[in-house]
């Protein structure tokens, strides 16, 4: 069984700055990907930031130079700091990982998602 905890989402006023965390926990051998996609009103999810291992950061290009993602491997989490945000990041987020369990069997997991709200 395998746990994605979500935290740091909310209402920023334009140029402010968020920070999301991702926290997973369980049975798990390997993180392969984790990393952080967004869902806007009537449209589709479409990916931010993820780390992969082995490979080099990607990024949107809507929020290059804005955000950062980073990972602490020790606590199995995954970071967005988010900067000069702009009314149209305001979604849900939602945290992905990619990983193995100790069968190294491959799963995808999703979290809840944290609602970003972007607005003066």
Not at 7 to 30: D, E, T, W
Not at 50 to 58: D, F, L, N
Not at 64 to 76: E, L, P, V
Not at 88 to 103: F, M, R
């Amino acid at each position: 069984q395998v746990q994605l905890v979500e935290s740091g989402g909310g209402l920023v006023q334009p140029g402010g700055s968020l920070r999301l965390s991702c926290a997973a926990s369980g049975s798990i051998y390997s993180i392969h990907t984790m990393g952080w996609y967004r869902q806007a009103t009537g449209q589709q999810r479409e990916l931010v930031a993820v780390i992969t291992s082995g490979a080099p950061t990607t990024y949107a290009d809507s929020v290059k130079g804005r955000f950062t993602i980073s990972r602490d491997n020790a606590k199995n989490t995954v970071y967005l700091q988010m900067n000069s945000l702009k009314p149209e990041d305001t979604a849900v987020y939602y945290c992905k990982l990619d990983y193995s369990d100790y069968s190294r069997r491959e799963f995808r997991f999703w979290g809840q998602g944290t609602q970003v709200t972007v607005s003066s």
